[in-house]
């Protein structure tokens, strides 16, 4: 099946400083991509859709210019989220479809953030 | 939007034991799809299944799309069942966005 690879699976950060997190998709191209909040003992919340080479579309409620998206190629999307606050903790995952299989979800394995 | 209801939310097998996972969406529906989400976070798809009956080893899941709901069956627990399974629905119209259940966190006791 189709592997989406996320980086890193943990990071810790002091609270002001910026984190990124990479979602890569290594045997498709993804002209999608999405990613994920999940808050301990929680579903998963769609926080934004990465669209290759254009802005990203944000759901309600997500701050656009905290948790910024790029997806600058076919195989890469980047969640970075800035001046981290104790509250942006949490499980991020991103998600991408491939185009042979485009009905099915494929999951990278997650960032737990942790903000001091 | 769509709803989705899972239940139980919590559920203690003993090891061996079978059970039954059930999903309940609120309107039509393009995909369905089953997640199991390991203690260390990671989630694998079980199943894509938008209707019709699939069975991959111990696991299998019926959908009746008719009548809106989706299980998903577990047989001959095993301890590394345990996690939580969450169910995931995209609504009819196209690839939108794709709503998941709060989850059944599944735990397999020895």
């Known amino acids: 099946g189709a592997v989406v690879s996320q980086h890193p699976s943990r990071v810790i950060c002091k609270s002001g400083t910026s984190v990124k997190i990479e979602c890569r998709s290594l045997d498709f191209q993804a002209t999608t991509m999405f990613w994920y909040r999940q808050f301990p003992k929680k579903s998963l919340m769609l926080m934004a859709t990465?669209?290759?080479?254009?802005?990203?579309?944000?759901e309600q409620g997500v701050e656009k210019d905290k948790f910024l998206i790029n997806h600058a190629s076919l195989t890469l999307s980047t969640l970075t989220v800035t001046s981290a606050h104790p509250e942006d903790s949490s499980f991020y995952i991103c998600?991408?479809?491939?185009?042979?299989?485009?009905?099915?979800?494929?999951f990278g394995s997650g960032t737990q953030l942790s903000v001091l | 939007g769509i709803q989705v209801e899972q239940s139980p939310p919590d559920l203690i097998l003993q090891e061996g034991a079978n059970s039954t996972l059930r999903c309940n969406f609120s309107d039509s529906v393009n995909n369905l799809q089953w997640f199991h989400q390991n203690p260390w976070g990671q989630l694998i798809n079980l199943f894509y299944?938008?209707?019709g009956t699939k069975q991959n080893g111990r696991l299998s899941a019926t959908t009746v799309a008719t009548e809106r709901y989706s299980l998903l069956y577990i047989s001959s627990s095993q301890t590394t069942d345990s996690g939580v399974y969450f169910c995931a629905v995209e609504p009819r119209g196209g690839y939108q966005k794709v709503t998941f259940g709060i989850g059944t966190k599944l735990q397999v006791i020895p």
């Open positions: 990465s669209n290759e080479g254009s802005k990203a579309t944000y």
């Open positions: 299944i938008p209707s």
């Open positions: 998600s991408a479809r491939d185009p042979g299989q485009v009905e099915k979800l494929f």
